[in-house]
Nanobody
Framework: QVQLMESGGGSVQAGGSLRLSCVFSTFTYDGGNTYAMGWFRQYPGKEREGVAIMYAGGGTRYADSAQDRFTISRDYPKKTLYLQLNNLKPEDSAVYYC????????????????WGRGTQVTVSS
């Protein structure tokens, strides 16, 4: 089992950067290394949507809107997942969630079973 906690959100001007972190704690010997991890975001009144995935083997997949500006990475010794947000736009303003799954997922929420509480990102123009 794994538990997640996001941090690093905040308010920035358009064109600025943020680095989101997701610390995962586990109760197994592998420290969560067998889990695929993902970042999602949710706008007020809308469904949660995928941003990026890092598979257990290290492969990644991004939503089109994040392809050239965001980077997902993972630090296994620190048990932390990151999402580097660069060249932020007002359209990026949302609550960002970290998630984990034992499945081999596609970039939709239904494939993820474990979620953090979310962290707010606000981008002003």
């Amino acid at each position: 089992q794994v538990q997640l906690m996001e941090s690093g959100g905040g308010s920035v001007q358009a064109g600025g950067s943020l680095r989101l972190s997701c610390v995962f704690s586990t109760f197994t010997y592998d420290g969560g290394n067998t889990y695929a991890m993902g970042w999602f975001r949710q706008y007020p009144g809308k469904e949660r949507e995928g941003v990026a995935i890092m598979y257990a083997g290290g492969g990644t997949r991004y939503a089109d809107s994040a392809q050239d500006r965001f980077t997902i990475s993972r630090d296994y010794p620190k048990k932390t997942l990151y999402l580097q947000l660069n060249n932020l736009k007002p359209e990026d303003s949302a609550v960002y969630y970290c998630a984990a799954t034992r499945l081999r997922p596609v970039l939709v929420p239904m494939y993820f079973q474990i979620w953090g509480r979310g962290t707010q990102v606000t981008v002003s123009s």
